[in-house]
């Protein structure tokens, strides 16, 4: 059963926090849902990857925020899921979350509020986002949007870039909000990919892990089979694999050792 927080006053400034049994603090996994960053998408599909993450023994939290349509676009957005981050600790089961072990989860517009979240310690003082007071220790990118002047150049979402940051894709922007310039995050990432995605095409996960390698971070490509939405059904292979991957390299934490790409 999960339970309601507000992180701000605008109803669409909550999380739903799913704790899996026991009583012990257990890794946190922050899934963040895509829709493009407008209004029509919300919080209803990250329920179930967020059930399925309780139930496999993650602390899942499942982040609403604001959205383009509803008083959101850059900044309020990015700044929204860096305020539902940074307000963890201060949750009442704060208790039961290992806060050393945070990984974010994001599909298509939530991969890149995902991958932002890992780079938001990059950003200089005065930045929307900066200084995080929770770390990221890893990411799943889901068909991430994760480099915004490629995606505004191909019109992906049919110019739903440009409705995010408000108009064309400056530099001065693009430093800020677009995740394949806050490299290296120094976190363990993964990006999965449909190989028949044509919303957003698997030249987003691959531009971003050759920016993230000649950064100096290693980030593993996982091409699967399916469309844009295959990744996000729980019930499916895409992911099983990312389960698969988030149970694996919990054991390597647990050993003190790092996932090898």
């Known amino acids: 059963m999960s339970t309601a927080v507000a992180y701000g006053p605008h109803p669409d400034q909550f999380l739903e926090l799913t704790l899996p049994e026991g009583g012990g603090p257990a890794p ?6 895509g829709g493009f960053w407008r209004a029509a998408y919300g919080v209803e599909l990250a329920r179930p990857l967020a059930a399925d993450l309780a139930a496999a023994g993650f602390a899942a939290v499942a982040v609403e925020y604001r959205r383009v349509g509803a008083e959101g676009g850059w900044p309020r957005t990015a700044e929204d899921v860096a305020a ?13 979350l290992d806060l050393d072990d945070v990984t974010v989860v994001g599909h298509s517009a939530g ?20 200084r995080p007071r929770v770390r990221i220790a890893a990411a799943v ?16 979402g049919r110019g739903a870039v440009r409705e995010l940051l408000g108009g ?13 310039q806050l490299l290296p995050t120094g976190a363990e990432v993964l990006c999965v990919h449909g190989t028949g995605d044509d919303v957003v095409p698997p030249e987003q996960s691959e531009r971003y892990a050759a920016a993230a390698g000649r950064a100096g971070d290693a980030v593993q490509v996982r091409l699967v089979d399916g469309d844009h939405m295959v990744l996000i059904d729980p019930a499916g292979p895409a992911w099983a694999l ?15 050792t790092t996932l090898v790409p």
């Open 111 to 130: 991969g890149h509020l995902a991958a932002w979240a890992a780079g938001r310690a990059l950003l200089p003082d005065g930045a929307p986002g900066a």
């Open 141 to 156: 990118l889901q068909a991430g949007v994760l480099d915004l002047a490629r995606a505004d150049e191909q019109g992906l």
């Open 242 to 256: 990312v389960r698969e991957w988030l149970r694996t390299r919990r054991g390597r934490a647990a050993a003190g």
């Open 28 to 33: 946190v996994v922050v899934v963040l849902h």
């Open 168 to 180: 064309p894709p400056t530099p001065d922007l693009l430093a800020l909000a677009s995740p394949v």
């Open 84 to 96: 539902a981050l940074d307000a963890l600790p201060g949750l009442e089961d704060a208790a039961r």
